[in-house]
């Protein structure tokens, strides 16, 4: 129940076209759903967050859309560039404690 | 600005031996600490966080310890490594806002590799 299930493991995209990695989560006390990006020898940074009482958020190319019902969210990278190319992580978290549960993580590869 | 630092960047060590990461973090005051490991195809797994000096939570029962002698100070050890314990080990704070969900900021990791 406290587990975050994250797919694809891998994935490649050609340059200009959108990237999709999806996360499902079973525990309904989850209350936040941030990404992290991280970059080969470095550690994860925060990319983008959202709550569930909305059902998209956009930052620049970066999108997430979040299904209550479907206990599912997901990431979306419009026009990917190579310097996306990178392993990104899906997490969830809840109220009242510090921890997140991250998902396996997605290494995206985006071909020039 | 804020600024973490984690040391050593890579360590090789043979079986049995004893292990001492550190990690130490600069611009801010009491923050939560944090040590994950991240192991390929597992994701990033919480091992330790603390709250304040001399406050630990354990989330994975192991050979692992981790201790805070300082306020912007965090270290991980083990009196005696396993094979299973390679992998990259990340040092992350927050800010201590349990409400708002504060970000983690991650070091750039250890890459532990027990022979």
């Known amino acids: 129940q406290q587990q975050v299930k994250q797919s694809p493991q891998s994935l490649i995209v050609q340059k200009g076209g959108i990237s999709i990695i999806n996360c499902a989560y079973e525990n309904t006390a989850f209350d936040y759903f941030p990404w992290y990006q991280q970059f080969p020898g470095k550690g994860p940074a925060l990319l983008i967050a959202i709550r569930p009482d909305v059902s998209e958020k956009k930052e620049g190319r970066f999108t997430i859309s979040f299904n209550k019902s479907a206990k599912q969210f997901s990431l979306h990278i419009m026009d990917s560039q190579p310097g996306d190319s990178a392993t990104y992580f899906c997490?969830?978290?809840?109220?009242?404690?510090?921890?997140?549960?991250f998902g396996t993580g997605t290494r995206l590869k985006v071909l020039a | 600005s804020q600024t973490i630092h984690q040391w050593p960047a890579t360590l090789v060590q043979p079986v049995g031996s004893p292990l001492s990461l550190e990690c130490t973090v600069e611009g801010t005051s009491n923050p939560n600490l944090y040590w994950y490991r991240q192991a390929a195809g597992r994701g990033l797994q919480l091992l330790f966080y603390?709250?304040?000096?001399?406050?630990i939570s354990s989330e994975v029962p192991q050979n692992l310890s981790a201790s805070r002698p300082q306020d912007r100070q965090f270290i991980l050890s083990s009196k005696k490594l396993l094979l299973s314990d390679s992998g990259f080990y990340l040092c992350?704070?927050?800010?201590?806002?349990?409400?708002?969900?504060?970000?983690?900021?991650f070091g750039n990791g250890t890459r532990l590799t027990v022979t």
């Open positions: 997490a969830a978290g809840y109220s009242g404690t510090y921890k997140y549960i």
């Open positions: 603390s709250v304040g000096i001399g406050q």
């Open positions: 992350a704070w927050s800010v201590p806002d349990r409400g708002n969900h504060p970000p983690l900021h």
